[in-house]
């Protein structure tokens, strides 16, 4: 029976260019779901473009455009750069969409109606020459702990969050003006109050989340869990369906983690299916998958789990909390001030797609910060693609095609190794569904390097002259390996599995073993990798 298969992509903020970092953390979700699809299962897979909230509007103030114009462009270069490295989501949405501020807005309502928000008054800072209140980050000031310029939530100086409240010497940025504080209604989220439900989740997920998850989830708790600001004084966000706050907006907090919902919903309403009925907490055939990196933590294992419940439409919490930790280049944080940050545009102009997301599979942040460098990446491709995977596919088939025409004989298989290819499936298959996609990407390093020895040991080149039988019969078994290769790299490597089954006339990726039957030609002999210089990644 196919089964039910959620996943939800972190949806990147709209303000600059995707970095490594983001292709790092988000390719365990276009893996999952390229192998759930092998699978025949019915998969939803959504993400999005962040799209509101101050960072853009102080971009837009400082470029002298209009947050639309900067979150449009941004997210139009996300969709480029996703489908460069070969993503495949059933939809890649925004924020600022229509469909997602209609979802929202309704989803809000149904939390105020359930008693979850609600109205308090507080003092906040306001600027008399512009007559506005300002949010955190269109004020500066001098931060209480070093001195040093600060905006409201944060010192530039010394890098310490600071609550608004803290700093010193308050200026409205964009006039100058001193502020004053002065009474200001906005709405609260009532997080606290569903701490014994989180806690809930967290103990009964300690085998599926990973463990940088559980161990923010926890903290975060133990902090103590507060009521949140559900509205923000902004003019460029989803509107609040509430009288009396048309000058605020919904906080990007609560919005922007509703956009899996609003966006599978979408999906699920094209292709007929009842999205309630899909992600319903009761639907024992469903596995959810949220794929992030490890600052987003708090969003999906307490505050997405807390709206969910809050709406009350009965939803599956998080199943598996897929978060990656970070990547550092050449040793160092990355940072777009020091000059150190490679995009994935720029990456993937130095490299194919299947290296990259070979490298970041087979040496991902899964538990740890990793460390990223271009030589390392010119290293494991010449290594594995080339040397490993390239070398087994390409030996077989130049001699085939040079000895027979491009025709493969039909011979026996060998059943050890037959053995071997259905246990592949079954601990890579495992693995993927674990989301512990290095473990995977190895086990399928150990079946290639088989396969090479394999080769070896039977010395076709000699049984060619000495036995034919015998050689048919080494050539087959590997050109057997080779069509189940294809299969087994898919999810990761998907330039190279279409490669060589156009090469094999083989049928399109399905997760299953590749039986092949009768004499075989070879369609368009091509390499699949070419080695690469060190010399010219140097620099």
Aim: hydrophobic fraction near 35%; glycine fraction near 6%; include cysteine.
């Amino acid at each position: 029976m196919a089964r039910d298969i959620f996943i939800g992509g972190a949806w990147p903020y709209a303000n600059y260019y995707l970095h490594v970092g983001h292709l790092a953390a988000l390719l365990p979700g276009d893996i999952l779901a390229k192998y759930y699809r092998g699978c025949g299962d019915n998969v939803i897979y959504v993400s999005g473009s962040d799209c509101h909230g101050t960072p853009i509007t102080e971009r837009a103030r400082k470029d002298s455009t209009t947050p639309f114009e900067i979150a449009n462009h941004y997210h139009n270069e996300f969709v480029k750069s996703f489908e460069k490295a070969g993503f495949e989501y059933d939809e890649y949405s925004a924020t600022m969409f229509d469909h997602h501020k209609d979802y929202v807005m309704q989803q809000f309502k149904r939390m105020i109606d359930n008693g979850y928000i609600y109205e308090k008054e507080e003092k906040q800072d306001y600027c008399e020459k512009c007559n506005k209140f300002l949010s955190d980050r269109e004020i500066t000031g001098t931060c209480p702990h070093c001195g040093g310029t600060s905006t409201g939530e944060q010192c530039d100086s010394c890098g310490d969050s600071l609550d608004c409240s803290e700093v010193l010497d308050k200026h409205c940025k964009a006039c100058g003006s001193t502020t004053i504080m002065k009474n200001n209604k906005h709405l609260y989220f009532k997080l606290p109050v569903f701490k014994e439900v989180l806690q809930k989740l967290i103990d009964d997920n300690k085998n599926r989340w990973r463990k940088n998850a559980l161990g923010e989830a926890q903290k975060y708790i133990d902090m103590g869990l507060v009521e949140r600001a559900a509205t923000r004084q902004l003019d460029w966000g989803i509107k609040v369906p509430v009288k009396g706050y048309e000058d605020k907006r919904i906080y990007v907090w609560i919005e922007a983690v509703l956009g899996y919902l609003s966006v599978g919903e979408s999906v699920a309403k094209k292709r007929g299916i009842d999205f309630d009925k899909f992600m319903n907490k009761d639907n024992s055939n469903l596995r959810t998958y949220y794929v992030h990196g490890k600052d987003n933590i708090p969003f999906h294992t307490t505050i997405y789990p807390a709206l969910i419940k809050a709406i009350g439409n009965d939803y599956r919490m998080p199943d598996y909390i897929v978060s990656s930790a970070y990547v550092n280049l050449n040793q160092e944080k990355m940072s777009k001030s020091k000059g150190n940050l490679i995009t994935v545009n720029e990456l993937l102009d130095m490299f194919d797609k299947d290296t990259v997301r070979f490298y970041f599979t087979f040496k991902g942040p899964e538990t740890n910060d990793m460390n990223c460098s271009i030589l390392d990446i010119v290293g494991v491709h010449n290594k594995f693609l080339v040397g490993m995977l390239g070398n087994f596919v390409n030996r077989n088939l130049s001699f085939i095609n040079k000895k027979f025409d491009g025709i493969i004989s039909e011979g026996n298989i060998d059943q050890e190794i037959k053995k071997l290819t259905v246990d592949t499936y079954k601990t890579v298959g495992e693995y993927f569904e674990k989301a512990e996609f290095r473990n995977a990407a190895n086990a399928i390093i150990e079946y290639i390097s088989s396969a090479n020895k394999y080769y070896d040991n039977k010395e076709p080149w000699n049984q060619v002259k000495e036995d034919i039988n015998a050689f048919n019969d080494t050539t087959y078994t590997c050109i057997y390996m080779i069509a189940n290769i294809a299969n087994l790299i898919a999810p990761i490597c998907p330039d190279a599995s279409l490669k060589i089954k156009n090469m094999l006339n083989l049928s399109p990726f399905k997760w299953q073993e590749e039986m092949i039957s009768g004499s075989i030609k070879i369609n368009n002999l091509d390499m699949l990798y070419q080695r690469l210089d060190e010399k010219e990644y140097d620099e």
